[in-house]
């Protein structure tokens, strides 16, 4: 069994200059895919599950479903990742069931759509941060509202997100605040607002510094050079997917995504841990139309859902090898969540700061 924490994968990414790409999982073919793809590359694996998937799933099933990944693959170090949690309950149920890290979203009320105010967000972050950390577990926080810097809007497209207009402050994390939020909470991780939007529809054109504001990015890790910065909505909606699933008779209109060689740069600046959720819908769903389209006749699920395990295994092992994950399986020693506590408790993994201020 080689579940670790979000922590100890992050750090080692860092010590190595590395990204991990963190996909969601909803269902057991997603689950294979993502493990088949690391154990073909040596990846270690973060696999996520929102709300949504528990809800969908059942944690039991989830819970259940990660151990036997874990099992079928000892050799590869996993973190079960809670995504946008909204409430420090669930946070804690989520640990409860097994996942070795948690999202507190306290970006965002606990209804998942209204935008919350700083002083709420660093009170409810830290106090998950308190209990996570006493098991050893992880967290991810979460500062600046995702959505478009093309319209203002936020986004609600896949049920958590800000509704309605924002204003270019709340799109854009502020990096002062972001390394106050830091210190006041001890996050280990940072989920930050750049120009990035959950979905396929993130931009009407190939991204420029004006929409994608990878300069934050930069300024964040100057000032927090030690805290792992965290990139959502970050898939690439590549064209080749696009056109894959518009000719399977699907009806997407031309989009853009964030490049991956955006976040190669954004790797170099402290991004380790990369979301990535869409990519993996399309892939799945233009291989599943592919075969209905052809096979009007077909009705055993083997036969459109193995094709979508392929295509989604395909894109994993292409991020795993974009982002230098592939390889540093091997290299991580499991450290038991036990440690992990210990190693909190005793201040040994505070955040660092660049400036001495924060820090006091
Ligand atoms: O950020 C995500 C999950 O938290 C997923 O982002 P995408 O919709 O770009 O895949
Ligand atoms: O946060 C967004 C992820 O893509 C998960 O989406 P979901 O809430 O529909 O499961
Ligand atoms: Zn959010
Ligand atoms: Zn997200």
């Known amino acids: 069994m080689a579940l670790i924490t979000l922590r100890q994968l992050l750090d080692h990414a860092a010590e190595h200059d590395y990204g991990v790409p963190a996909f969601n999982i909803n269902n057991m073919e997603q689950g294979l895919a993502v493990m088949e793809a690391a154990a ?17 799933a059942n944690d039991v099933m989830l819970a259940k479903m990660i151990e036997a990944l874990a099992a079928i693959w000892p050799d590869i170090p996993l ?13 804690a149920s989520a640990i409860r069931f097994g996942f070795t890290s948690v999202m507190m979203d306290g970006s965002l009320k606990a209804d998942g759509k209204t935008p919350a105010d700083y002083d709420y967000n660093v009170r409810v972050t830290r106090s998950v ?65 750049m120009g990035t939007s959950h979905g396929a529809y993130k931009f009407s054109r190939k991204p420029d510094g004006a929409i994608l504001a990878m300069q934050v990015v930069e300024e964040i890790h100057r000032r927090l050079p030690g805290t792992h910065l965290v990139m959502h909505g970050s898939s690439s909606v590549p064209q080749d997917l696009q056109d894959a699933f518009n000719a399977a008779g699907g009806e997407m209109p031309q989009t853009w995504g964030v490049p991956v060689a955006e976040i190669q740069h954004g790797i170099k600046y402290g991004v380790r841990k990369i979301n990535i959720d869409t990519d993996n819908r399309i892939a799945m769903t233009a291989a599943i139309r592919g075969v209905l389209g052809k096979n009007k006749g077909e009705f055993d699920p083997r036969k459109y859902l193995k094709p979508a395990m392929d295509a989604m295994r395909a894109v994993c092992k292409q991020r795993y090898e974009e982002f230098g994950t592939a390889g540093q399986a091997s290299k991580i020693k499991p450290i038991p969540l036990s ?21 006091e």
């Not at 973190?79 to 946070?91: I, K, P, Q, R």
């Not at 941060?129 to 203002?152: N, R």
């Not at 049920?159 to 939020?181: I, N, R, V, Y």
Request: charged share 25%; aromatic share 4%; net charge negative.
């Open 79 to 91: 973190v079960m990742h809670l995504d946008h949690g909204n409430a420090e309950s669930t946070c």
């Open 40 to 56: 073909s590359v040596d990846a270690p694996v973060i696999i996520q599950a929102s709300r949504g998937a528990r809800a969908y």
């Open 129 to 193: 941060v308190d209990m996570a950390h006493w098991v050893g577990a992880s967290v991810e926080g979460e500062l600046g509202v995702l959505g478009s810097l093309e319209s203002g809007m936020g986004e609600k497209e896949d049920g958590h997100g800000a509704e309605g207009k924002l204003s270019h402050d709340q799109l854009l994390t502020d990096p002062a605040q972001a390394e106050d939020f830091v210190a006041r909470t001890k996050v280990d991780a940072l989920a930050i607002a």
């Open 339 to 359: 440690e992990m506590a210990k190693r909190y408790a005793s201040g040994a993994l505070d955040p660092q700061f660049a400036s001495k201020k924060a820090a």
